[in-house]
């Protein structure tokens, strides 16, 4: 049987946990004094849907966890985060079990007005998919519960002028602790790296020697993203650390490479070459090459 929760109120999250709510906007979760037993031994599968932003750090193995098609490649000492719209499913063990590990929920008011604010679209691994959970050494553990730490103090003080900003400058301090360990895990994990972004330049070079220009139009970071099983967001960081430069930057440098060529060949037209492109008005390739190239097509054509 499943069983559907719905992740909206921080009181209603740490009455489901065991826990005392200090903040209305924002709670630390010590998952070991969380009990499972209403959820009833017919229940197979839990479908959180969130309306806060989760960020779990499990000690023990408790379940697979699963978002989109996938599911997380989720350890002792590995570290997921979930943002409001996201939903999750967790496979719920045949044997009992206690959870055990941290969490840190804030809801999206919370951070309204705030440096925070500006800074969290940053974090794209927020929205990276489920194969793509941070792994932390027992050093960079310690260091996320120093952070978590610091947050429940502030959550235990009588509230102040400085509380809001004491607690979101913290939350900022451990997410650009997990920025900083998912760099590290980019260059660790660099051999595997390496095939995505080999895998990554065969796909852009199969592209444009096929029909998929006039099918599907421009390449785009999405698509190859989704061939290559990896969210869009994580798939361009990922890039970037190794080459120094974005995915849409790549693409559109083979892009004009692969017209610089067909250019010269003169029995199609300019129009006929953006279409076989994927341009789908001949002005917008014009426009495109001579941003990148400093002349027009036909100019081009002409000048060699």
Not at 230 to 239: A, E, M, Q, T, W
Request: proline letters at 4%; hydrophobic letters at 35%.
């Amino acid at each position: 049987m499943e069983k559907v929760i719905e992740l909206n109120q921080i009181s209603e999250y740490n009455a489901a946990n065991n826990h005392t709510t200090l903040h209305p906007l924002v709670s630390v979760i010590d998952f070991s004094k969380a009990d499972l037993r209403d959820w009833g031994q017919s229940v197979t599968r839990v479908k959180f849907q969130y309306g806060l932003y989760c960020i779990y750090l499990k000690d023990v193995k408790c379940g697979d966890i699963v978002y989109g098609r996938h599911t997380y490649d989720y350890q002792a000492g590995t570290l997921v985060f979930f943002a409001p719209g996201q939903v999750s499913e967790l496979e719920v063990p045949a044997e009992p079990y206690q959870p055990k590990g941290h969490g840190l929920i804030f809801h999206p008011d919370l951070i309204h007005g705030t440096d925070l604010a500006k800074a969290l679209p940053l974090y794209h691994f927020f929205s990276y998919k489920s194969n793509e959970a941070l792994h932390i050494s027992d050093a960079e553990r310690q260091v996320v519960l120093d952070c978590l730490s610091k947050i429940e103090f502030e959550l235990n003080q009588t509230v102040d002028k400085h509380s809001k900003k004491l607690i979101t400058a913290n939350i900022e301090l451990f997410l650009n602790y997990c920025e900083r360990f998912y760099d590290r895990q980019f260059i660790s994990r660099e051999h595997v790296n390496q095939g995505i972004l080999a895998k990554f330049e065969e796909l852009l070079n199969m592209y444009f020697l096929s029909e998929k220009p006039q099918n599907l139009g421009l390449p785009s970071v999405a698509y190859f993203a989704d061939q290559l099983h990896l969210s869009p967001n994580y798939f361009g960081d990922l890039i970037k650390k190794e080459t120094g430069k974005s995915v849409k930057e790549m693409i559109q440098n083979k892009l004009i490479d692969v017209a610089k060529e067909r250019i010269f060949d003169g029995a199609k037209s300019i129009n006929e070459i953006a279409h076989d492109l994927g341009f789908k008005y001949p002005q917008h390739f014009t426009r495109v090459f001579k941003q990148h190239v400093g002349n027009t097509p036909l100019q081009f054509r002409h000048l060699n």
